[in-house]
């Protein structure tokens, strides 16, 4: 069961997931003491559970801990909780290089050298600690993002590191330490695991920073295993940029199929690549000279009189022949040849320990992919070297052809070696019978191993809907069930090829990615679709209410939304509104259907869509005072009322309690107001002002329980007005005054003979 956010796991509280391997899930955590954030592995419980795997996973946390270099992502601690095992690494905020590469393509060499360099290093101080990290590819490699500092390199995930005196590199459940890829062959062969593991993964992961490839890009497991166990075809090397003989040689020794002809270490390697990629200054001169012929005999110290051929160009020197492609180094002398064969790149184990062995190994202290100061070009026979009585590799091999052509055998991975006592061939049986051997395995459903066995989905489509997000991917051979990722946060597991994401927010911008599981939990690699835009949210609340100028809509506002688009029917009365109300002025009266949409800043958003009926009638807001009084109104504003009375709404004066009126003049100059109240409250407001300007002598209320007041004697102005006890009235007020007439009048002209 994967954490997800919110959730606490051994005391830190789960921020989101940062992604899924076949060892475990990583997530990113808050520090329960400390104000810091973690990155945070959990072991898959398939594997917490497995006998021994706890001992052997809390000794190698142990040592990892050990580790400090600047380039190696710091372990905290480490632990168990819930049955499954755990431990806590420095978060490095940042794309791993795997990431990088597929978004921007391959690296410039300066960039791939910085990474290089950082990393070996880093590997160099944990094989120093004796452990050897046995993963190294580029998901591994985490870059910082750019600051002040620039671009740093860190190397992580050492959970599967493991002590350099291991002999076995499977698990207990048969899965591989290693990502096949990357894998040396000494591991799919149970072989003692050393640092020249890294060294090799090390080599692969150059080539892939520097052309966008894998060395071994097959899909299916047993090819990959068998391509590995071969060796890479000479096309390969093709990929690398042009006129890069040095770095092909270079890469080519790190991918050697023995463990002892590898470099030395990890900087020794990251030294060879830089030096491989370094410009050289161009010099005018004479014509290169043709270098002559190498012979199988040491030639006095001094000699070569070649011409350096261009390192940019992979022309040589016509005599020159093509540039070595070893599947280990150094090749084994021919017999006879004085000197014996010297198998380290220090230049110890040769006959003659004296000055052809220079401070670093080499003549000149040089790594041998580059021309020798002051002595002849690879190809010629080196002098005073460890390989004096027989040609340097640059040249044919002795006894064989050069590995770089067709072999007499026809094998890709290199011609004979050199023929007589002491020579090596290949051995092709290994790899042979353990290609049989997973054959055999896969015939009776025995898993040998898990994490390469289910491609990726293919491919994973997004589209943006009123309810969610819908996503469709291809099904993959062999899975059970897939993984869905927002944003790199685990989401759900589903057992079709769609899922409809409801969660995704209103107008966010987000990322899905699909990862295929198998039977027993092991997972593919992610497929990452393109970022989408999830449809905004509909507009929350949305009411209307009839007032007396027209219809206010009012609603919630929607996150990420930038203005309103309002409807009335079939017409967009708005396209901008800002804000969440809306006052629709004035609307014919009749049955209305109002929708307000939510649009985001570019439009790009699907939006959806919130609407409510709402009937309008001619009297808005004084729609209950025109039925209580229908008999002295007109059916809609305007003339035709009682006594010819022309009438119209009107909307209280701030200052009044009222919530509707209706004004009626009629054609003697008489005036007539019908008001309506909220509430109790509000019509006891208006007795109470009523009650400051009336008669205290008149009548205070009327036949049939009715209050009522009237102005005092002696003004230019008669006014009355009055309530109701009736449920219907209870909360209404009918006022009339005429100016220039009396109480009397306007009993006579109304109170006695209106129809209210």
């Known amino acids: 069961m994967e954490l997800t956010a919110g959730t606490v796991f051994a005391g830190y509280r789960v921020l989101r997931q940062l992604g899924v391997g076949g060892m475990g899930s990583v997530y990113l955590v808050q520090h329960p003491r400390l104000p810091r954030q973690d990155a945070m592995k959990v072991i898959h419980p398939h594997l917490s559970s497995a006998p021994g795997y706890a001992a ?91 600051g002040v500092t620039g671009e740093r390199a ?65 899909a299916s497991p047993l090819v990959l295993m068998g391509a590995v166990l071969a060796g890479p075809r000479p096309e390969t090397w093709d990929a690398l940029p042009p006129g890069r003989t040095g770095l092909r040689e270079v890469l080519q020794r790190a991918l050697a199929a023995d463990p002892a002809d590898r470099p030395p270490s990890c900087t020794t390697l990251a030294a060879a690549v830089r030096d491989a990629l370094a410009p050289v200054p161009t010099t005018v001169g004479p014509a ?19 011409a350096h051929p261009d390192p940019w160009s992979d022309r040589s020197p016509q005599s020159s022949p093509p540039p070595p492609g070893p599947p280990s180094w150094p090749p084994q002398p021919a017999v006879g040849s004085p000197a014996a064969a010297g198998g380290s790149w220090d230049g110890r184990g040769t006959t003659d320990p004296g000055p052809q062995a220079g401070p670093g190994g080499w003549a000149g202290g040089r790594y041998p992919t580059d021309p020798y100061p ?23 091999y002795a006894g064989g052809t050069h590995p770089g052509g067709p072999p ?9 070696r050199a023929s007589g006592t002491g020579s090596r061939a290949p051995r092709r049986w290994p790899w042979l019978l353990a290609v049989l051997l997973l054959l055999a395995a896969a015939a009776v459903g025995i898993v040998v191993w898990r994490p390469w066995a289910l491609d990726r989905p293919p491919s994973l489509a997004a589209d943006a809907g009123a309810e969610g997000v819908e996503l469709r991917w291809q099904p993959v051979e062999g899975a059970v069930a897939y993984e869905v990722h927002r944003d790199g946060v685990l989401l759900d597991r589903s057992d079709a090829t769609t899922y409809l994401d409801t969660g995704a927010g209103s107008g966010a911008r987000v990322t899905y990615s699909v990862a295929a599981v198998a039977g027993d939990g092991e997972r593919s690699a992610l497929t990452t679709g393109e970022t989408v835009v999830s449809a905004l949210h509909p507009v929350g609340d949305l009411t209307a209410e009839v007032v007396m100028t027209g219809v206010a809509l009012s609603w919630t506002a929607v996150d990420n939304a930038e203005r309103y688009e309002v409807h009335r029917d079939d017409d967009v009365l708005e396209r901008s509104a ?86 009626c003049t009629y054609p003697s100059g008489l005036y007539l107001e019908l008001t309506q109240y909220p509430d109790q409250a509000a019509l006891e407001e208006r007795i ?27 003004t230019d102005r008669a006014w009355e007005a009055w309530g109701f006890v009736q449920p219907e009235r209870r909360l209404m007020e009918v006022y009339v005054e005429w100016v220039g007439h009396s109480i009397a009048d306007l009993d006579a002209a109304f109170y006695n003979t209106a129809p209210y």
Not at 75 to 88: I, K
Not at 201 to 208: D, K, S, T
């Open 288 to 306: 290169p000279v043709p270098a002559p012929t190498p012979v199988p005999s040491p030639a006095p110290a001094g000699v070569g009189t070649a």
């Open 374 to 396: 002051g002595g002849p070009h690879p190809g010629e026979p080196l002098p005073g070297g460890p390989y004096a009585g027989g040609p340097y590799p640059g040249g044919p």
């Open 578 to 663: 800002a804000g969440s109300s809306f006052l629709d002025e004035d609307p014919p009266p009749g049955t209305h259907d109002y929708s307000v949409v939510a649009v985001d800043e570019d439009g790009d958003a699907p939006s959806s869509t919130a609407s409510l009926v709402q009937e309008v009638s001619p009297w808005l807001a004084a729609a209950d005072l025109a039925a209580a009084f229908r008999d002295l109104l007109p059916e809609t504003p305007g003339p035709g009322g009682w006594s010819d009375a022309t009438c119209q709404t009107y909307e209280p004066r701030s200052s009044s309690p009222a919530a509707a009126g209706i004004a």
């Open 56 to 146: 052997r996973f809390e000794r190698e946390a142990e040592l990892a801990c050990t580790l400090d270099h600047p380039a190696l992502v710091r372990v905290h601690d480490r632990g168990c909780d819930e049955g499954r095992l755990w431990l806590t690494m420095q978060f490095v905020d940042g794309a791993d290089v795997d990431q990088v590469l597929r978004r921007e393509g391959p690296m410039t060499p300066a960039r791939a050298v910085g990474i290089l360099e950082a990393v070996a290093d880093g590997l160099d101080h944990a094989h120093a600690m004796g452990l050897v990290h046995r993963d190294v590819k580029p998901a591994n490699i985490l870059l910082s993002k750019r």
């Open 154 to 218: 860190f190397l992580g995930d050492f959970g599967i590191a493991h002590t350099s005196e291991a002999t076995r590199q499977l698990t207990d459940t048969g899965a591989l330490l290693a990502s096949l890829p990357y894998a040396a062959p000494e591991q799919l062969l149970e072989r003692p695991v050393t640092g020249a593991v890294d060294v090799y993964a090390l080599g692969c992961v150059v080539f892939e920073l520097l052309t966008g490839q894998r060395v071994f890009p097959h």
């Open 688 to 714: 109470a002002q009523l009650d400051e300007i009336a008669d205290p002598s008149a009548p205070q209320g009327i036949d049939g329980g009715g209050w009522y007041r009237q102005g005092p004697p002696g």
């Open 408 to 416: 007499p055998d026809g094998s890709h991975t290199g011609g004979a």
